[in-house]
């Protein structure tokens, strides 16, 4: 769809659906005095900006970077702070953009764009959407469904690094841009689209694996695979999701939520701040090698937004 995007017309693109010219205008304070005030995540920050970009150590540059944006957030963001996940959107973002327009730009995906709801405690969006996502999977794909649940595979035990990173864990970052892309037009249904077609690619395999074998599988394969990611997303306009559908399965998941207290995600297992970071794979040290290597030690200044 927006595979030949050039380069620039992306930026001006990512700017324009996020409202950063807006943004930096009528702000009270600027990035530059978010990312000195003292934040109490920064030690949380510390650990994972040096379990992703292990192989940076000798960029220096390139981690203070991403230190003070994800700083930034974190003091404007109060409510949320930091949460594992983070790194990885603002680092993409610092393969676009300057330190400045990346910040803006995560805080509008986390305000404008809803993400907020996905990393404040608790996590009430990511919740409704692992139950939207099930449910989607029970009416598109019925069979793997039903394998699922036959093999008490948990959704949460796969997706929430999807709907956390907005797939940049799982994409390299050419296959990533077209995603994002597509996400700044179609917003969150794109996601699930995404989602249904990563699922349905393991379809003739799934029914032939164990519970731990799928979910390594689903969790690991996509960012291994630059053929499938390509794959994964010409396919998933196959998929019809609407935000009708969606705002329909979130009143459906706060209903059966209200009759029943015990149901927090569709498989009864709490997902929290607390323990996300299990739910996050490979390991930190090991996800974000090609972010890594592909860190640019000079991003280009732009003459205008």
Not at 106 to 127: E, I, R, S, T, Y
Not at 180 to 201: E, M, N, P, T
């Amino acid at each position: 769809m927006l595979a030949n995007i050039s380069p620039k017309a992306r930026r001006q693109h990512w700017i324009s659906r996020c409202g950063v010219k807006e943004a930096i205008t009528n702000t009270l304070h600027k990035f530059s005095y978010y990312s000195h005030k003292e934040c109490k995540y920064a030690a949380d920050i510390e650990r994972d900006i040096e379990r992703t970009f292990n192989s940076l150590h000798n960029e220096p540059r390139n981690i203070e970077r991403l230190r003070s944006v994800l700083n930034a957030f974190a003091v404007k963001n109060s409510d949320v702070g930091y949460t594992q996940g983070l790194n990885f959107i603002a680092g993409h973002l610092l393969l676009q953009f300057p330190n400045e327009l990346a910040f803006w730009i995560l805080d509008a995906l986390a305000n404008k764009h809803q993400l907020k709801g996905f990393l404040k405690d608790k996590m009430p969006k990511l919740k409704v959407a692992l139950y939207q996502l099930e449910q989607l999977v029970k009416a598109y794909l019925p069979d793997i469904h039903n394998d699922l649940r036959r093999k008490e595979v948990s959704y949460e035990l796969f997706a929430v690094q999807w709907f956390l990173t907005l797939f940049s864990f799982d994409f390299e970052p050419s296959y990533l841009n077209t995603v994002w892309d597509i996400f700044f037009i179609r917003g969150w249904k794109f996601i699930f689209q995404v989602s249904l077609a990563v699922i349905k690619h393991f379809s003739s395999t799934i029914a032939t694996l164990d519970c731990e074998q799928i979910i390594h599988r689903i969790k690991n394969s996509l960012r291994e695979n630059k053929p499938l990611q390509s794959s994964v997303i010409k396919h998933s306009f196959h998929f019809k999701v609407t935000n009708k559908q969606l705002r329909l399965l979130q009143r459906q998941y706060q209903e059966r939520r209200m009759a029943d207290e015990s149901v927090v995600t569709s498989r009864g297992v709490d997902v929290g701040r607390e323990n996300v970071g299990a739910l996050l794979s490979p390991p930190m040290e090991e996800a974000a090698a090609d972010l890594a290597l592909n860190f640019s030690p000079h991003v280009r200044q732009f003459e205008a937004y």
